[in-house]
Structures are given as C-alpha cells and as structure tokens.
C-alpha cells in the first residue's frame, strides 16, 4: 500500500495520478481532528488564499501549466473548470464547490483509501509521498527536519480580505477587466492622487500583528503584505497591485486614474469580492480603518479578514532529485508547496509528477524525465538544481523554461510559440507511454 500524506491540491492530485495506475494509495489528512492556523473547512484541497488560479492564456506560464496538467488528467483542473466563477482573463472558482468536487470524487474513488487523524511520524522503508503543505503540523515538521538532516526554513504567507458584494458603492466603483481583456469581471476602485496619499499614509503608519518571538521572518515576494510592499516607496504600489493602466472607466470614457484597487468576484454567486493583491499582517481594527479609506469601500463589510501565517519549506536542492523524490530515501516522494513549488497551480502540479513517477516506479517502468521545455518539467528542475545557493519559493513563469531557438522579438509570440512546443513535447511524453 502507498501513502499520501496531506489531502490538499499536491496530495489529491498524487492520489489521484497513483489510482489512475490501479495501485492501491491511502490518502491521509488530519482534518477535522485538527486544522492548521489557516484552514476551517474538512474537505479537501482547501483554499485558503485567493480563488485565483490566476490566468487562462497559454500566453501566461501559469496558464500554460494548467493546459499542461489537463494533458495529464489533473483532477484539480477538472474540478476548477466544473466549479468556475467568472474572472475576466483568469481562471477563478467557487471555493466550497471546488473543495467539496474534489472530496466527492477522492471519497468516490474505490482504489483510494482515507484515513483521517494526525500522521506525526515517517516510515522512510514505505512508498510515501508527503503533501503537507506550508501549514505542516509542527510534530510532522519536526520529524521532517530530523528525515532531511536540515532545519525547516520559514517564509510567511498573508491572505487577502474579502467583502460582500452588496456593501460595495457602485456610484464611486466601475467595472471593467485590464486592458479590456475577457469580461467585466472586476470591481475597480479609482484614486486621485490625494486620496491615494492618505491611504498610503495611513496603510503605512498601520499597526500589524506581532510576530512570535520564535519565528524568523522571511516575506516571500511572490505574496508580499500591502504593508510591508508599501514601505518600500511612495510609488511601489501604483506599479504593483494599484497599477491604474489598462483600466478605462465606462461611466466617463477616462483612464486617468492615480491608482486603482481590484476587487476579485469570489463565489459563483458574486455576493464576495477578494481584495486583489492586499494580503496583509495589519490587526483587524486596522483593516477596517485603513481599507474603508479605498473609494467603494467606506462602508464594506468584511466577510474575511485578510491573515498571515507561517509557511514551512525544505530546501530542496539539497534534499529532492527532478523527480521531487529524496535523494537520501529514494522511497520518499515530496509535493506541494513543501518542496519550494510557489502557489495553487504550481502545487497541483508537483502531485501529479510526484504520484505519477512513484506509480511508475512501482510498476517497473521508467519515470517521468522532466523536460526543461514544458512548464510541468521546468518546476522541478528548478527547485532540484544544486547551482540554487539561496534556495527561494519559485512560480511558474517563462523564464524558467528553455527557450526558442529562433529569436522572436514579440512577447506574446514567443510565449506562445514556447507554449505550443511543450503541449506538444507533453503529448508525445503521455503518448509513449500509452
């Protein structure tokens, strides 16, 4: 019998991949005798962050891997194309529908066995693949650090608020998607520049949750506090998640705009809205003050609270081969953000590889070889190169992947060009298989 440790996207999808070859995989996951910090809900493949599973086009890395991961039967995927909510160019779900889709077809699932409580030890002599996410319980994340024979390393990870929709002003908002690109999905919130002065002074000047003495913090730029981006400079979030550009105001015709805050539908529904790009550490009182300065937003009610909670990696490097396997205990498979893997696609992603090489490897046949080509490839030949001195979280992006070898001067061509290559390396991968 195979054990995945930890139902969340990487585990789920690496139980998944192990049923698919007819092997027999109890999946373990100690909700809900108990929850991390961050989750609240006993399905499965919780999200606790945003609903985002950020863009569609193949054009965007992010949405390449997702074509990637449908090319290999991504349960994950099919659960966000059956639960999705509108998002303009993204690809956006309903949380509970998407949670409760993947726990119905797991539970549904006669190869794979679930078995719930708290897992705090490791057998290194049994097929394992751990997906416990950045939320490891600490007994597990001890018996981890001992496994690997490194400390556990710490980042901090901060969610987002979220609104209701009927609290919103729709006489000071707009709706459009950047550029123009998709349909009308977001809310905008425009700024003047005075009004964006004292926002950004009082968001400066806010009072955050203190930090316990024995953590060591490490903001991870890929979800980077408003607060702490904000220090950084004046301008720093009129380029980031405030940017005004691309962003034209039907009721006026003009994109003159200081600054701009996206609100992000969050339910099939619509009745929530997510703050686009403002995870924060600031107290709750803090919140309410300081985000109802935001033009639409002065009488908002807060549905959710944006958090920031500890977020555990191993150094990958060091411990993982490009199969996400250890070196150290060639039983031992890894997934999930765990493994330095940054982000909702990017962990699914590393579950289906992981359980599909260690479905292979114990049928006889050969593992999966990452191609450097595709996104899915890409991943784990990153976090596994020794050259990674000062080993970071990594997103799917293109600079990662190998390029062309002619030279194409347009973006968005290249993109797509690189794109179109590595549907078409994955294709042929599954089809020798086959």
Not at 154 to 160: I, N, Q, S, V, W
Request: glycine share 8%.
């Amino acid at each position: 019998m195979v054990k995945v440790i930890g139902a969340g996207l990487a585990g789920c999808e690496a139980a998944w991949q192990i049923a698919k070859r007819n092997i027999d995989v109890t999946l373990c996951e100690m909700k809900p005798y108990k929850f991390s910090p961050a989750h609240s809900n006993a399905d499965f493949a919780e999200l606790v962050c945003s609903n985002s599973l950020k863009a569609s086009r193949i054009e965007n890395a992010c949405g390449l891997l997702k074509e990637e991961m449908r090319l290999f039967g991504s349960l994950v995927m099919e659960a966000a194309d059956a639960t999705a909510v509108p998002a303009g160019g993204a690809l956006a779900v309903d949380r509970a529908a998407f949670s409760r889709y993947i726990t119905e077809k797991i539970g549904s699932n006669p190869l794979i066995h679930i078995s719930r409580g708290e897992v705090c030890g490791i057998d290194t002599d049994e097929y394992t693949v751990i997906a416990t996410g950045p939320l490891t319980s600490d007994a597990l994340a001890k018996e981890i650090a001992e496994m690997t024979g490194v400390g556990s390393l710490y980042f901090y990870d901060a969610a987002a608020p979220l609104v209701t929709a009927e609290s919103i002003d729709e006489d000071k908002v707009f709706r459009a998607s950047r550029y123009g690109r998709g349909t009308d999905d977001y809310i905008n919130c425009p700024m003047t520049e005075e009004e964006y002065d004292a926002f950004y002074t009082a968001l400066t000047d806010g009072e955050t949750v203190p930090l316990k003495t024995f953590e060591n913090q490490k903001v991870f730029e890929g979800c980077m506090p408003i607060e702490v981006m904000a220090k950084r400079g004046r301008e720093t979030l009129t380029f980031g998640p405030l940017k005004p550009v691309g962003l034209v105001d039907p009721k006026t015709g003009r994109d003159d705009a200081y600054a701009v805050v996206q609100l992000r539908r969050d339910n099939r529904e619509g009745t929530l809205y997510n703050m686009v790009g403002f995870q924060t550490n600031l107290k709750f009182g803090e919140q309410k003050r300081i985000f109802s300065m935001i033009p639409g937003l002065g009488s908002a009610d807060f549905a959710r609270f944006g958090v920031m909670h500890r977020n555990t990696y191993i150094d990958s490097p060091r411990i993982l081969d490009r199969y996400y396997r250890m070196k150290k205990f060639p039983k031992i498979f890894f997934a999930g953000q765990i493994t330095g893997v940054e982000g909702y696609v990017e962990s699914a992603s590393s579950g289906i590889i992981a359980g599909y090489n260690l479905a292979k490897l114990l049928s006889g046949g050969e593992m999966l070889e990452p191609d450097a080509r595709t996104c899915i490839g890409a991943l784990p030949l990153y976090i596994s190169n020794g050259a990674n001195s000062v080993f970071q979280p990594m997103n799917a992006n293109f600079g990662i992947i190998e390029g062309l070898e002619e030279r194409v001067r347009n973006k968005q061509d290249r993109y797509g060009k690189i794109a179109r290559r590595a549907l078409d390396i994955i294709k042929k991968q599954l089809k020798t298989e086959e």
